[in-house]
């Protein structure tokens, strides 16, 4: 089992940044790879950013490439989202995910165990 629980949520103008940590208890954390979703309201959650385990390989969406960084650091069993440039559609719950295997996935469905979210509010 994994237990996670994000934190650094808020509101922001656009234009703002925020970090997001996600800190993570139980297994061996190198051996998950790990997942930043979004939902906003009305909206089905989409994936935003991952990272495998050990290696460290990244992925992005298209809509967040070269403005959020994504990151872990496996001594402290977290991982990060940095958010620049931040847009009022950027708007929504975030969620962090942890996938029982050290290979990256943009898929929901492929991700077992889930934080509570974190609402991040971007205004114009």
């Known amino acids: 089992q994994v237990q996670l629980v994000e934190s650094g949520g808020g509101l922001v103008q656009a234009g703002g940044s925020l970090r997001l940590s996600c800190a993570a208890s139980?297994?061996?954390?190198?051996?998950?790879?790990m997942g930043w979703f979004r939902q906003a309201p009305g909206k089905e959650r989409e994936f935003v950013a991952a990272?495998?385990?050990?290696?460290?390989?990244?992925y992005y969406a298209d809509s967040v490439k070269g403005r959020f960084t994504i990151s872990r650091d496996n001594a402290k069993n977290t991982v990060y989202l940095q958010m620049n440039s931040l847009k009022p559609e950027d708007t929504a719950v975030y969620y962090c995910?942890?996938?029982?295997?050290?290979?990256?996935?943009?898929?929901?469905?492929?991700?077992?165990?889930w934080g509570q979210g974190t609402q991040v509010t971007v205004s114009s």
């Open positions: 995910a942890a996938r029982g295997s050290s290979f990256y996935s943009a898929y929901v469905r492929d991700y077992g165990y």
């Open positions: 139980g297994r061996t954390f190198s051996d998950y790879a």
């Open positions: 990272i495998s385990g050990s290696r460290g390989s990244i």
